[in-house]
């Protein structure tokens, strides 16, 4: 069956414009979580949804950046005015339960380059 | 807070090499433990996990056992192939269940 997929695979952007981010989760999967993996931080967990709702915000890195979940399936993650230090790839994952031992299953990435 | 620590890299090995890729973990309560791995290219993807403590998760040769007395999770494979060249990372779950911490990646050669 499908994985779970994003877009754009790539994004260049110059500072200041606001991006958005799509994740398509594996159907069916009701969790659902954003990282981002940058050279300098190694992988960071940014937020988490259970259905629409997200319980966790903690990892969002500042104002700037929010997310949201509808019809417990899509999630866009948007960046305002973006930064060269937002430059990282964003990393999406759905798993089928919230449980400690979940298997998160993961996209390919968008690569976000902030110019 | 949780944290993973592992080893950095590269680590180059020739093939029919032993691996081994320490990994030793911070965490409060009793969490599960993976290993990931992020092939050339491609996505990561769940290499194997330990849900509790002397548990050993193993895929594709590789094996990793969840020591709580040394809180480590260490990677090991008797003979790696050149296919196996990849960066791995090893990566806690807490008992709240959802995010995942991860180390910061071990890239791994292997030439023939």
């Known amino acids: 069956g499908a994985g779970v997929s994003q877009s754009p695979s790539n994004k260049v952007t110059e500072k200041g414009k606001d991006v958005e981010l799509r994740c398509d989760p594996i159907?069916?999967?009701?969790?659902l979580y954003w990282y981002r993996q940058s050279l300098g931080q190694g992988l960071e967990f940014l937020i988490y949804?259970?259905?629409?709702?997200?319980?966790?915000k903690s990892g969002l890195p500042s104002d700037r950046f929010s997310a949201e979940r509808t019809g417990g399936s899509v999630s866009t993650l948007t960046i305002q005015r973006t930064q060269q230090e937002d430059s990282a790839v964003y990393l999406c994952?759905?798993?089928?339960?919230?449980?400690?031992?979940?298997?998160?299953?993961f996209g390919p990435g968008t690569r976000l380059t902030v110019l | 807070g949780n944290s993973v620590t592992q080893m950095e890299g590269p680590v180059t090995l020739s093939e029919e090499a032993f691996l081994t890729i320490n990994c030793t973990y911070t965490?409060?309560?009793?969490?599960?433990l993976f290993w990931y791995v992020q092939y050339p290219g491609e996505g990561l993807q769940l290499l194997l996990k330990?849900?509790?403590?002397?548990d050993k998760g193993s895929n594709k040769g590789f094996e990793a056992t969840y020591r709580k007395e040394t809180t480590s999770f260490h990677l090991e494979k008797g003979s790696v192939q050149v296919s196996d060249s990849a960066v791995y990372f090893c990566?806690?779950?807490?008992?709240?269940?959802?995010?995942?911490?991860f180390g910061k990646g071990t890239s791994l050669l292997v030439t023939p």
């Open positions: 994952a759905s798993s089928s339960t919230s449980g400690s031992d979940n298997e998160q299953f």
């Open positions: 159907s069916g999967h009701t969790a």
């Open positions: 949804f259970q259905g629409n709702s997200a319980p966790d």
């Open positions: 965490a409060t309560g009793y969490p599960s």
């Open positions: 330990a849900t509790k403590a002397d």
């Open positions: 990566a806690l779950s807490s008992n709240s269940g959802y995010a995942l911490n």
